[in-house]
């Protein structure tokens, strides 16, 4: 089965058309057609030749979310369960306030950090999502609402520092001007607190936003309330 293309990152786009023979500016092309365009095939990606799209379906595989189900409250917010290429399903929100849209993507489906008061914890971790799929949910949403994201928030299903890699190659692409063009520090990542995630972001060369959930301010309650957190200390 051919490697899924959106697990990549922006480095990994640029191996993946080196290695199709082609330059690397090509990458950047191939990002636009990927992120801003949403392409669900290489075949629309008409300003590649046709023998770099033909070597990329050979070697990669391509696809889009699907929205299975989509819920609107009275205050504009729409909540969406999306299934992705292996049939596993996650949550995303979009939150339109004045000219802002902020959408809310999970980094995980399910959540190993089992937080007594959230449902996702309760069903353990199922896997982690690939840059692409937590893009993916952004720009969906965003089409879906007819607006751009101005903002983007890792506050969905799953553990974002759980899942490190993967969350910095889809702020990245969120960032990027050939993907969705978000400004850094329109671009936050919610932690149950995982310290070395915290210490780790806080070296980014980007200006990405951090927000801890404390849930208490006495350790005690936040250990009962979180147990995930005790094996991460
Ligand atoms: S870290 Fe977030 S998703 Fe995971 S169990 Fe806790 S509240 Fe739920």
Known sequence: MPADIKALDRDGLRAAVADAGERAYRAAQLERWLYARAASSFDEMTDLSAALRARL???????????????DSADGTRKYLLRLRDGVTVEAVGLPEG????????????????????????????????CGEMVDQV?????????????????????????????????RFMNSADGLG????????????????????????????????????????????????????
């Not at 101005?150 to 506050?155: H, L």
């Not at 520090?185 to 972001?201: D, W, Y």
Request: net charge positive.
């Open 57 to 71: 379906a050979e070697r990669w595989a391509l696809s889009v979310p699907v929205v299975e189900a989509r819920l």
């Open 99 to 130: 000219k802002r849209l902020t959408v809310c993507f999970s980094t995980q489906a399910g959540c190993a950090m089992r937080c007594a008061f959230c449902a996702t914890g309760a069903s353990g971790l199922v896997r982690d999502l690939t």
């Open 139 to 171: 720009a969906i949403v965003a089409r879906d609402l007819g607006r751009r994201a101005t903002n983007a928030v890792a506050m969905g299903q799953g553990e974002p520092f759980a899942n490190y890699d993967a969350v910095l190659a889809a702020l």
């Open 182 to 233: 978000i400004g850094a520090r329109h671009l936050t990542v919610s932690t149950s607190g995982l310290p070395a995630g915290i210490r780790r972001f806080s070296e980014e060369p980007e200006q990405f936003t951090l927000a801890v959930s404390l849930h208490s301010a006495v350790q005690a309650t936040r250990d009962g309330l979180m147990p995930g957190l005790r094996r991460a200390r």
